[in-house]
Every structure is written in structure tokens, then in C-alpha cells.
């Protein structure tokens, strides 16, 4: 158990390059990272691919070198640790098992490399095969088990190690869906009972959503927004986090904002108190509107708020249908419920509450009036 | 079941059948070659090891029973050769590995001028053994006019005259020099095959640079490892252009292997008879690395069908 800290940390991987005029400053793979997290924590980084998640776990494993600011654990400065000496145990996507080993060697590696006592070696191993059910596969060869299977071993082999942070790069996305989902909840049952701090990495929004405790979300190397999975959802920082949490995504408008009303083709929406004083000090005139799919409904056309399109396609999923208009230029998604009967070509009426919207700046994108609350950073707790 | 599929032959059935004639007449060209190229020598061989047929006694031939054997056995220079086959072939195989496994690590490395190095260092792979041989005896090896020599008077010692004080040590060095190539580019296609996250689990569970390379690359290289040990042991057997080239065999016998053996009781005393008796020892000590061969390939090739 550890508390991890990342301050200003940056990853150029063109670095030693730079004198040959191959990099510079834009290019860092992870830019000005910084992140405090509690003891025990499970925080999970989340972004598209390519964003750098992988980069920041292998810098704080210690197979990258950070290129600036440092990596504390537990307030030590690890950032000239080498891997084997900063007591950390990843699990990697491939699993990365050792092949010519069996399971319960594979499980035992790190404690033989540490001299320990064989009959210590074998407790640990049962104890963790027990956890995750795995006793009957320890005399098989890595390449005799399932998907499922190999991801329990190399969990196995982080945890017997009893480590002070856990890292997991994207595990679960070699499983087929059903078991991924059962591995989730196992994983964040696993968590629970140890306790140990771990950084979990994902590129699937459901998977962060329901894992994290805090969550991490990157673009292009940068945190877009740190917070709890509900803050996310309510009050993502700006649009790229909004676009990003939640399924499916939510719609964005552009539209023109006049004396607390903000309209376009096909559309208008009247503003809140959390929204109306911000636009109006700031004399906006352009602004994105951002309204989530599921808190849209079917209403009369004299609504205050309403979004009047022509219906694109319809998804009939059983609990929820879900249908595309075209509103102007724009395309908007819906969830309505289940029952509701909507055909091609209809011309519908949707309404939204005012309290729902999310307003976004033009130019930074960056969300307008309504914030976050309770910020739960770890810093402040500290 | 076999009657009833008889009776009504599937499709499967059919097309499995279908399928076994296509690949044997695909393979037939293949084999066919080698009947002729290898079966038919080898008969000849076993045929002539039981003739007495010396070149020069035309008048005594005729069936010899075992005798050519019984007098190869008989031959002190038979058995010295056979010592100094297997010398060549352990000797050889221990510094072609080691230094080969040594290279390949260092290969295995980025570092600025890998490129050129690297095709230096297996360039000597591609020099006929013929000239290897000739290029170490005049231009390395010769006591007035060698690079060796040269490089001890500038040190101010005594040229050794190579392939007459150390003859086996050279001949040793000469097809190190030949094949540690070989074992360096099978060696780093072995490593360039290991995934780079098995290292870095390994280094996260606390190995050091000896136990990676103990517990990760050796296992992983255990197969491609004894791959190059079967084929260099074979084709080590065979060595014969740097010995003919150089020593002669020579001094005296120190350098007479089984192949110079027989090709001087063919060239030099004429006798086929006795040769063809030594023929069928060299095969003999050949089949048995060459049957661990292929045991071990065809194991891999099964285990790798069930997979
Ligand atoms: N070893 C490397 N050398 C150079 N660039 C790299 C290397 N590894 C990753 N990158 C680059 O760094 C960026 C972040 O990569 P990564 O951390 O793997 O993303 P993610 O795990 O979020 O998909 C990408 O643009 C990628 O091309
Ligand atoms: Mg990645």
C-alpha cells in the first residue's frame, strides 16, 4: 500500500533526439502529468488510443524514464529507481506469462528470485490460486489455458507478490464481452479485499465508469479531468470529456445565445440559473450546447424548450429505443423508452430540462457555468 | 462405422482421400530425388564396404566378408581420426555457440553502427570453406608472411608457425571463424523473437540482468539453441576443404579426421574397399545426431499441430 504521487511528470520520447532537431516540447507522449493518490486507491486512466496511458504506467513501473518532474511513492522520489527495485507488480494486456514455466512457477518467479523460503513460496501461491480459483491449473503450461484462465494467472503473479502499487494496462480487453464483464466485478472485488493502491488503464468508458473510484481522462498526452465516475457524468470539465463519458454519447449543438436563450435551426433551450448568469457576463454569443441522449423525451411542439428533427434511423433495443434525428444541420441522438413506437421519416418534438443542458466555450471548449461541487481530490486530503 | 461409411462414402471421407493422393504426388518429386541422390551412394557404399577393390590390385577382387572392417578397426590412424572428429565437432561447437549466443546478445542491442557491424560480423558465413582455408594459411596463419606473424615481431616475440605447432587448435579456429556466424544469426532471430513484455515482467518481478537472462532468454532460446548444436555437429563431421587446404591432416595425423581419412584411403592408398568401411562409421556417428534432429523437429512439429 502506497500513496503515488506524479508531479509535472512528462514523457518526450524523441528526447536524445532533440539535438538532432527530431523533437521538441509538442511532441511529449504525456505532458505535465499530476496526480496524488490516496492510499488504496483504485484509479483508472481512461482516454482514446494513443493518449498515453500506456506511456504513464510504464513510467511509473519504471520501464520509461520520465523526461520531466518526478514520481514519488510514499513521498520517496523513485524517478532513478530502477523497475525491480520500486516493488511494483504490472498486468500486462498480453498477460505476459513466462511460457516455459507453469502456473504455480509462474507464480512463484518473483518470490524465488527473492530467496524466500520454498515452503513460504508454496503458501503464498496456494493462498492466491485459492482467490481466484485457479488450485486445479497450477501444473499447466501457460499455452494449455483459456484467455480467461491465463488473465487469472497473471493476476495471480501480481498479487502473490503482495506489492505496493498494482498496475493493469488495459487486462481485460483480450477476453470476449460476457467474461469481461465477470472479471471487472472480480477485479474490483479483488481490490477491495487487498487494498493495495492501483492504477488501472482502459480505453472503454463502461469499463472506467464502473471501476473507478477516480478516473483519469486523456487526450493527446494531457488530463483532460480527474474525478469520480459521477462527477464525470454531471460535470465533465469540457467537451472532450463530455463526448467521452457515457453511452451514447451526448449531442452537441452549436448555437447562438440571446438574453439567456440559446437557439439554432430547429432548436431552442432556455437556461437555468446554473448557466444564465455566466453566459450573460460574459456576453456570449456563440456557444456549443451539449444535451445527453437519455435525457431527451418526446413532448408537444410548444414546449419551451424543444428540439423539432426528422427521424434518421431507430434502434429498437428491447428496454430503450434509441432513434437519430436530423434537427438543421445537426445529427441528435435519443434514448426513448422501450415502448415508444417511432418510424422513419416522422417528424418529432423532443424537450429537455434547462438543468440537464451542458453550455460549452466556442473556442476552448471548455465547460461553461455549472461545475463540480465537491471536488474529492486526494491533494486536498492530504 | 467403417462398414456403413463404406457402403456410403462421405464427402469428407472422399475429399480426406483425395487429399492424401494430391500430397503424395506433390511430395513424389521430392522424394524421388532423394532416392536417387542419397540412396543409391549409400547402397553403393554398403556394397563396397564388403568388396576387396584397391584401385591398384585389380586382380584381387572379390567379396571380403567383414575384413575391411576388421582391419579399419585394426588401424591405429581409423581410431585417431575418430578422436579428432569429435574433437573438432566439440571443440567447435562450444566456441560457435558461446561466442555466437556472446554476439548475438550484442546485436540484440540498438547501438549506432549496428547495421555495418552486423554484416560484417556474419559475412564470413558466405567465404567457401576452400578460401577460408587458404586465406587463414597465407594471409593469418603463414610464420613469415602472415598478419599473425607480423603483428608478433611489431610486439617484438617469435611468429608462431600456427599449422605446424598448434595444428588442431587452428583448424578449430578456422571453422569457428566459418561458423559462429551461422549461430550468431539463428541465435538473434531467437531473441528478436522473444516479446519484449516477458523481459519487462521479469524485470518487475525483480530480476537482475544475469536472472533475465537465466530464467527468460535462455528457456526461450532452449529450441533454437539446440537446433544450431544438431546442424553445426553435423555439418562439423564433415569439415574437409580447411583441413585439405592447410594441414594436410598433418603433422603426421593430428589433423586427420574421418572425412580426410577416407578420402586418403580412396586418393592416396587407392583402396575403395576400406574407405567404403570407413563411409559407413561417418554415417553411423552422423545418423545419431541426425536422427536427435529430427526427433526433436518432428516432436516441435507435432506439438505445435495439437496446439
Ligand atoms: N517506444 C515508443 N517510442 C516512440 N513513441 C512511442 C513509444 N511508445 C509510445 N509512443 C507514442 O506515445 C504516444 C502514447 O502512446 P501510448 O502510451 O502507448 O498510448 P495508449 O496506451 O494510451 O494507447 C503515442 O503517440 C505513441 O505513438
Ligand atoms: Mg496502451
Not at chain 2, 464427402?11 to 494430391?22: I, L, M, N, Q, V
Not at chain 2, 555466437?100 to 540484440?108: P, V, Y
Amino acid at each position: 500500500m502506497a500513496i503515488v504521487e506524479l508531479k509535472n511528470v512528462a514523457k518526450n520520447y524523441a528526447q536524445g533526439l532533440v539535438a538532432k532537431g527530431k523533437g521538441d516540447k509538442s511532441s511529449n507522449a504525456v505532458d505535465n502529468f499530476n496526480l496524488v493518490t490516496r492510499d488504496g486507491e483504485f484509479v483508472v486512466l481512461v482516454g482514446p488510443s494513443g493518449c498515453g496511458k500506456s506511456t504513464t504506467m510504464r513510467m511509473i513501473a519504471g520501464l520509461e524514464r520520465n523526461t520531466e518532474g518526478a514520481i514519488l511513492i510514499d513521498g520517496k522520489d523513485v524517478s532513478q529507481v530502477p523497475p525491480k527495485e520500486r516493488d511494483i507488480a504490472m498486468v500486462f494486456q498480453s498477460y505476459a506469462l513466462y511460457p516455459h514455466m507453469t502456473v504455480a512457477e509462474n507464480m512463484a518467479f518473483s518470490l524465488k528470485l527473492k530467496k524466500r523460503p520454498a515452503a513460504e513460496i508454496k503458501t503464498h501461491v496456494d493462498e492466491a490460486a485459492q482467490t481466484l480459483g485457479i488450485q486445479h491449473l497450477l501444473d499447466r503450461k501457460p499455452r494449455e489455458l483459456s484467455g480467461g484462465q491465463r488473465q487469472r494467472v497473471a493476476l495471480g503473479r501480481a498479487i502473490v507478490r503482495d506489492p505496493q502499487v498494482f498496475l493493469m494496462d488495459e487486462p481485460l480487453s483480450n477476453l470476449d464481452a460476457k467474461l469481461r464483464v465477470d472479471m471487472r466485478a472480480e477485479i474490483v472485488k479483488l481490490h477491495k479485499r487487498l487494498n493495495v493502491t492501483t492504477f488501472y488503464v482502459t480505453h472503454d468508458q463502461v469499463e472506467a465508469m464502473t471501476m473507478g473510484e477516480r478516473i483519469v481522462v486523456m487526450k493527446d498526452g494531457k488530463i483532460q479531468q480527474i474525478d469520480t465516475p459521477i462527477n464525470l457524468y454531471e460535470f465533465p470539465a469540457n467537451r472532450f470529456v463530455a463526448g467521452f463519458i457515457g453511452n451514447p454519447s451526448m449531442n452537441f449543438l452549436r448555437a447562438k445565445h440571446a438574453d439567456g436563450v440559446v437557439s439554432g435551426d430547429g432548436y431552442q433551450l432556455s437556461l437555468d440559473g446554473g448557466h444564465r448568469p455566466a453566459v450573460i457576463s460574459r456576453k456570449m454569443v456563440d456557444v456549443w450546447v451539449g444535451i445527453r441522449p437519455e435525457h431527451l423525451r418526446l413532448s408537444d411542439a410548444t414546449a419551451t424548450n424543444r428540439i423539432q428533427g426528422t427521424v434518421d434511423v431507430v434502434e429498437t433495443l428491447g428496454a430503450v429505443t434509441v432513434v437519430q434525428l436530423s434537427v438543421g444541420e445537426h445529427s441528435v441522438t435519443a434514448q426513448l423508452p422501450g415502448h415508444q413506437k417511432v418510424e422513419l421519416g416522422d417528424t418529432l418534438t423532443l424537450s429537455c430540462d434547462s438543468d440537464k443542458l451542458h453550455l460549452f466555450d466556442d473556442e476552448s471548449e471548455l465547460a461553461i457555468g455549472r461545475e463540480s461541487t465537491a471536488q474529492p481530490s486526494a491533494a486536498a486530503e492530504v | 462405422m467403417k462398414a456403413i461409411s463404406r457402403t456410403a462414402p462421405s464427402a469428407e471421407e472422399t475429399g480426406a482421400r483425395s487429399f492424401a493422393r494430391t500430397t503424395r504426388l506433390l511430395m513424389a518429386p521430392a522424394v524421388i530425388f532423394l532416392l536417387i541422390w542419397m540412396l543409391v551412394p549409400l547402397a553403393m557404399t554398403i556394397y563396397y564396404s564388403f568388396q576387396q577393390y584397391n584401385l591398384i590390385m585389380p586382380m584381387y577382387n572379390g567379396f571380403a566378408g567383414l575384413n575391411n572392417f576388421a582391419i579399419l578397426l585394426g588401424d591405429p590412424t581409423f581410431w585417431k581420426s575418430l578422436a579428432n572428429t569429435l574433437i573438432i565437432v566439440a571443440a567447435s561447437l562450444v566456441v560457435t555457440v558461446c561466442l555466437g549466443l556472446a554476439l548475438a546478445l550484442l546485436f540484440n542491442r540498438t547501438f549506432v553502427g549496428r547495421g555495418v557491424a552486423r554484416t560484417l560480423a556474419v559475412a564470413p558465413f558466405f567465404v567457401m570453406p576452400v578460401v577460408t582455408g587458404l586465406i587463414w594459411k597465407n594471409m593469418l596463419f603463414h610464420p613469415v608472411f602472415g598478419l599473425f606473424a607480423w603483428m608478433a615481431r611489431q610486439l617484438g616475440l617469435e611468429p608462431v608457425d600456427w599449422l605446424a605447432h598448434y595444428p588442431m587448435l587452428s583448424v578449430v579456429i578456422m571453422i569457428t571463424w566459418e561458423w559462429t556466424p551461422f549461430a550468431l544469426l539463428v541465435l538473434l532471430t531467437g531473441l528478436q523473437s522473444l516479446p519484449e513484455d516477458q523481459v519487462e515482467a521479469a524485470k518487475l518481478d525483480g530480476a537482475s540482468a544475469w536472472q533475465e537472462f537465466r530464467h527468460i532468454v535462455i528457456p526461450h532460446l532452449g529450441q533454437v539453441l539446440y537446433v544450431v548444436v544438431m546442424l553445426e555437429s553435423i555439418f562439423f563431421l564433415t569439415s574437409f576443404a580447411e583441413i585439405y587446404t592447410t594441414t594436410g591432416g598433418g603433422p603426421g595425423t593430428a589433423t586427420t579426421n574421418l572425412p580426410y581419412y577416407i578420402f586418403q584411403t580412396v586418393f592416396q592408398q587407392n583402396d575403395i574397399g576400406i574407405a567404403s568401411a570407413a563411409a559407413i562409421g561417418a554415417v553411423i556417428l552422423a545418423n545419431i545426431f541426425a536422427i536427435m534432429l529430427i526427433r526433436f523437429i518432428a516432436g516441435n512439429l507435432n506439438a505445435g499441430a495439437a496446439r
